[in-house]
């Protein structure tokens, strides 16, 4: 059983700074990608950033810039530096991985519990 467990989130006032964690637990053979999600109130959750294995990024035009995503394979965990936080950066962020459990498995996207991120003054 695959289980992801996120950290870091917080209140922060608008230009403020956060990370978050998401550690992966389990049998796990391979992970790729490992992204970032957030759900505001009333909105549809959104991808926010991605990075695969060989670590090319994507990320949202709203975060380009102010976010950074990075991974560390030895640790199965992934990271979301976030800079310049603004008030519509307010959500749940969840943090999402693909992976399998054996060399030939299928793989399985798994998601993290969600950690609320405020910005407010």
């Known amino acids: 059983q695959v289980q992801l467990v996120e950290s870091g989130g917080g209140l922060v006032q608008p230009g403020g700074s956060l990370r978050l964690s998401c550690a992966a637990s389990?049998?796990?053979?391979?992970?790729?990608?490992m992204a970032w999600y957030r759900q505001a109130p009333g909105k549809q959750r959104e991808l926010v950033a991605a990075i695969t294995s060989l670590g090319s990024t994507n990320y949202a035009d709203s975060v380009q810039g102010r976010f950074t995503i990075s991974r560390d394979n030895g640790k199965k965990t992934v990271y979301l530096q976030m800079n310049s936080l603004k008030p519509e950066d307010t959500a749940v962020y969840y943090c999402?991985?693909?992976?399998?459990?054996?060399?030939?498995?299928?793989?399985?996207?798994?998601w993290g519990q969600g950690t609320q991120v405020t910005v407010s003054s």
């Open positions: 999402q991985m693909f992976a399998s459990t054996s060399r030939f498995g299928r793989k399985y996207d798994y």
């Open positions: 389990g049998s796990i053979f391979s992970i790729d990608p």
